[in-house]
């Protein structure tokens, strides 16, 4: 079956250290997003990409990074820059093209989420 | 800019009663509508759409209406069962090709 694995399931970080999550699918899509979910903030984009070695920064992309060297892959970074990083994060994929309605028609797929705690 | 706005929660329901969860939103252009369902410790579920004024989406019982004129896109059930426990999140798809925009999210719990 098609679908987005996002691993590991749980994340623990060390002040100062940089960690990464890691998205995979396999729906053949050409968007992937990286979302964060915090209590009572709802979902808040980080990053995504809608094609291969390319990507644009979301609301929050400060102290993240992320890379996009194959289709299927779409890892995020969460540097030591980003000081409050203990949240959920969600990974996404979509059809692009023709415009919007494509990626309506069809919507996100989402992944299970890692939750990432700083120690 | 575009946004969504939904009812604060927790709500929550006895088993068989009627569910609504406001969501209103704010966008450009002609954007499609969406609820997404999230159990815990799980990612978000698709739950229904509406992509043009008019639409009605449904699914599982569930359905909301896309009210052009009064921005909203409302989620109703007529009779919620324990199993729908679980947050729910508005979100709208703007008309261009930029990404998906979320509410705050409603935590609905159903209680027997």
């Known amino acids: 079956d098609g679908g987005i694995t996002q691993s590991p399931k749980y994340l623990f970080r060390k002040e100062g250290q940089n960690v990464t999550l890691s998205c995979e699918q396999n729906?053949?899509?050409?968007?992937m997003y990286w979302y964060r979910q915090d209590p009572g903030q709802g979902l808040r984009l980080i990053y995504y990409s809608q094609i291969v070695n390319d990507f644009q920064k979301g609301d929050i992309a400060e102290g993240y990074s992320v890379s996009r060297e194959k289709k299927e892959s779409f890892p995020l970074t969460v540097t030591s820059a980003q000081k409050n990083p203990t949240a959920f994060y969600l990974c996404?994929?979509?059809?692009?093209?023709?415009?919007?309605?494509?990626?309506?028609?069809?919507?996100?797929?989402f992944g299970s989420g890692t939750r990432l705690t700083v120690v | 800019g575009n946004s969504v706005t939904q009812m604060e929660g927790p709500v929550t329901l006895s088993e068989e009663a009627f569910l609504t969860i406001n969501c209103t939103y704010t966008?450009?252009?002609?954007?499609?509508l969406f609820w997404y369902v999230q159990y815990p410790g799980e990612g978000l579920q698709l739950l229904l759409k509406a992509t043009k004024a008019d639409d009605k989406g449904s699914n599982k019982g569930f359905e909301a209406t896309y009210r052009k004129e009064t921005t909203s896109f409302h989620l109703e059930k007529g009779s919620v069962q324990v199993s729908d426990s679980a947050v729910y999140f508005c979100a709208l798809l703007p008309s261009g090709n930029t990404p998906l925009v979320f509410g705050k999210g409603t935590r609905l719990s159903v209680i027997a």
């Open positions: 996404a994929s979509s059809i692009v093209g023709q415009g919007a309605k494509i990626a309506a028609h069809y919507g996100y797929t």
């Open positions: 729906l053949n899509h050409d968007a």
């Open positions: 966008a450009t252009g002609y954007p499609s």
